[in-house]
């Protein structure tokens, strides 16, 4: 267990549909990462948060959105959703010191239909 | 810009056989580099990093890794491998300083195999 926690685990929905995936980071931990796995593009970074502030972005839609709360649990929205969408999206944390290893949850698996 | 490759997607071998996974990366300044495993429908768990010091990293499950500078590769090795091992092995990478310090780029993935 990473100590990475990711709801919900499984997500149907259709086409055009507003889906929220939310992350609770290790304990301790300021920054949160979110990537994407496909099976074409392999695993594609999305966004970071440091102690709720955006700290770096990567290959993330402007459909998609991402925010981090105060208490540094995070969430990532993805709207007007399509096919192309369907994929497992990755939360991870990692603390501020450097060298510091990135730990990943068990992903949410979202399915476009 | 910073990137990995793991220049074979799949790799077989029979169990109690040394395995390598292949890795070698491109970043500016010093490289922080990582390997994780994915088993199926699981997440990404960590096996080790380098970070500093000596070449040979030892992590999870024996598996250890050797950085290699001026070859910019960092192999996965085990010395007998089970059929446990079977999983999808990424390989990343991290720059030491940057504005993009936290970030990981992953490589494709290698699909390690090892059978009875």
């Known amino acids: 267990d990473s100590g990475v926690t990711q709801t919900p685990k499984h997500l149907i929905t259709a086409t055009g549909q507003r889906v929220t995936l939310r992350c609770s980071p290790r304990?301790?931990?300021?920054?949160v990462y979110w990537y994407q796995q496909s099976l074409d593009q392999g695993l594609q970074f999305l966004i970071q948060y440091y102690n709720g502030e955006e700290r770096a972005k990567g290959n993330i839609l402007e459909r998609f959105s991402a925010q981090q709360f105060p208490d540094l649990h995070s969430e990532l929205n993805l709207s007007s959703l399509e096919l192309g969408d369907s994929a497992l999206y990755f939360c991870a944390s990692s603390g501020g010191e450097e060298g510091n290893t990135i730990y990943f949850g068990e992903g949410s698996w979202l399915t476009v239909v | 810009a910073q990137s990995v490759a793991q220049p074979e997607d799949q790799v077989k071998v029979a169990e109690g056989n040394p395995l390598t996974v292949k890795c070698t990366y491109s970043v500016s300044g010093n490289p922080y580099l990582f390997w994780y495993v994915q088993y199926p429908n699981r997440g990404l768990q960590f096996l080790l990093k380098y970070i500093t010091g000596d070449n040979l990293v030892k992590g999870s499950y024996g598996f250890e890794a050797e950085f290699n500078k001026s070859q910019t590769s960092f192999h996965l090795k085990k010395p007998s491998a089970l059929v446990s091992d079977s999983a999808l092995y990424f390989c990343a990478v991290r720059r030491a300083r940057g504005s993009t310090l936290g970030r990981l780029y992953f490589g494709r993935g290698t699909q390690l195999t090892v059978w009875p």
């Open positions: 304990s301790g931990d300021l920054s």
